[in-house]
């Protein structure tokens, strides 16, 4: 408290006078914020300045000091009354100090008097003040401490711990429904979020916070809502009757959130159970829902189970679609290398299971392959494995995982019109990606020359100068390549993957296997096979 609102009232203005000149209020820290001269008068005071203390005239016209205190008692009234006294009203100041009143004062008034009976006036008051303040504040930590402890045990039951449960009854936090589910809201990795300093973390954390109770508080005729802050994010429980509710307060928060905050968040809405029991269940397929956004795109309400559209690639395997690329590179087919880009990514996400790691290991090892096939003919870029993995994990969705493949086959696109711009590397070009796409039929130097018009002595040396390779070890390269590929990711017997890279004899493509690799292919599979100690 600090000041002292003071009102004084007696009928003789004399009195008022010396009251308001026997003491130094001020030094008190009381102020005198007016002054009545009958009983009428000291009501409409009250009522306007709500004041603390008050030194009253126990009989005045309008209304006595009884009446006056009986009337504060029955308005439920706090200020604290002191009364001044003739000797012969004594008997009724003795009667308001039953009532309630604070003391009383016998005309005439001295300064000590008055001195003495206002100090325990203002000790009471003040001390009435700070209870009163501790007593909010207790009641404020007492609030904050069950709201930590529900969180507390919310966190651990979005972990499956069942013993909180029980703990969350007993405080009343849980409500019976029907239909139990669990939100988790986070911000978007393409909002400046990484940059932010923590105070402007908390600041934004802070906000969300309110928004999201707010709303729940808004909602409780349609569902009980609790919140967590949790591994990054906000973890709504929602206890609600109706199947549609939690996408329909989802999207109440994203439109707020964005519209309020301009942040960019998406919220995965978890499957909706029936027992309270599985929350854990709940909360883990919100998180996957939650992951789908990479693939979607951001700034989305993203539900469980909900199915992304796809285009699907022709039933082509991942293989098949980068030997289609790399054909389309050599031939600078651009519109049909878009295409193909497009089918590739999309089989990748499909066959990772909208996994965000596996699909970017995914499309590293298909450029690396692209890569690697492009450069044996002549063509490929040079860039380290690492740098080419930099480019690809920042990416904060799948559209910007194909924005940079885009470039990279770009840059081998040119890569290989500078290549094609000499005769002779053009020509080299166009031997290899006929090996490459021959190499199952009967390919012989003889053959090989007549097809591009060149008698056998001088194609070998073509070959072999532009290459520093023999052609016939060129293409045992290339067939046991594409052997390796089906030893170890088809169940083809060895005498058929012998046939489908061009060997008629089992046994001499063995020999040719085992030169190379070390191993015979049955060897080479069951050690490939084997499991790791």
């Not at 519109?335 to 880009?341: C, D, G, K």
């Not at 890569?415 to 006929?434: R, V």
């Not at 012998?498 to 049955?522: C, I, L, T």
Request: proline content about 2%.
């Amino acid at each position: 408290m600090k000041t002292i609102k003071l009102l004084l009232a007696d009928d003789e203005p004399v009195i008022l006078r010396g009251l308001k000149k026997l003491i130094s209020w001020k030094e008190l820290g009381i102020t005198i914020v007016g002054e009545a001269n009958d009983g009428k008068e000291l009501r409409d005071l009250i009522r306007i300045h709500e004041p603390h203390l008050i030194i009253s005239d126990i009989s005045m016209p309008g209304g006595s000091g009884i009446d006056i205190i009986s009337e504060l008692n029955e308005q439920g009234f706090h200020a604290k009354v002191i009364f001044i006294s003739a000797f012969q009203e004594f008997v009724y100041a003795r009667q308001a100090i039953q009532l309630g009143a604070l003391d009383y004062l016998v005309k005439p008034i001295n300064k000590n008097q008055l001195e003495k009976v206002i100090a325990k006036a203002a000790s009471i008051l003040r001390e009435e003040s700070n209870g009163e303040r501790n007593k909010e504040m207790l009641t404020y930590y007492e609030k904050k401490n069950r709201s930590t402890t529900i969180e507390q045990l919310l966190d651990g039951l979005l972990d499956g711990e069942q013993k909180t449960l029980s703990a969350l009854t007993q405080m009343g936090a849980i409500a019976i429904s029907r239909l139990t589910t669990v939100c988790v809201l986070e911000i978007d990795e393409n909002t400046n979020s990484s940059q932010w300093e923590e105070r402007e973390r908390n600041l934004v954390n802070f906000a969300l916070s309110n928004i999201i109770r707010e709303t729940l508080d808004q909602e409780l005729n349609a569902g009980n809502g609790l919140l967590v802050q949790k591994e990054g994010g906000f973890a709504i429980l929602i206890q609600h009757e109706q199947r549609e509710y939690p996408l329909q307060l989802a999207t109440d928060l994203h439109h707020k959130i964005n519209s309020y905050l301009k942040l960019s968040v998406s919220c995965g809405i978890g499957l909706s159970i029936t027992s309270i029991e599985e929350t854990a269940k709940s909360y883990r397929s919100a998180l996957k829902a939650l992951k789908i956004n990479y693939f979607i795109g951001m700034n989305q309400v993203i539900r469980y189970g909900d199915e992304l559209t796809r285009v699907q690639p022709e039933n082509k395997t991942i293989t098949e679609l980068q030997s289609d690329l790399v054909k389309a590179l050599i031939n600078q087919q651009k519109e049909q290398l878009q295409l193909l880009t497009e089918q590739l990514l999309e089989q990748i996400r499909i066959q990772t299971g909208e996994n965000k790691n596996l699909a970017i290991s995914g499309v590293y090892n298909s450029i690396l392959t692209i890569n690697q096939e492009l450069t044996e003919i002549g063509g490929g870029i040079s860039s380290k494995q690492g740098a080419l993995l930099e480019r690809l994990a920042p990416c904060p969705s799948y559209a910007d995982v194909a924005h940079v493949v885009e470039e990279i086959l770009s840059e081998m696109l040119q890569q290989l019109a500078s290549k094609l711009t000499g005769k002779e590397s053009a020509l080299l070009i166009k031997i290899k990606t006929y090996i490459e796409e021959h190499y199952a039929s009967n390919i012989t130097l003889e053959s090989m020359a007549a097809l591009f018009y060149m008698n056998s002595y001088y194609f070998s040396s073509f070959f072999k100068k532009h290459t520093g390779q023999n052609f016939k070890n060129h293409v045992t390269e290339v067939r046991m390549k594409h052997a390796l590929k089906l030893l170890i990711e088809s169940d083809l017997m060895v005498y058929e993957i012998a046939e489908q890279v061009g060997y008629n004899n089992v046994r001499h493509f063995s020999d040719m296997f085992k030169k190379k690799f070390g191993k015979v292919p049955q060897e080479y599979r069951q050690s490939f096979r084997q499991p790791q100690s």
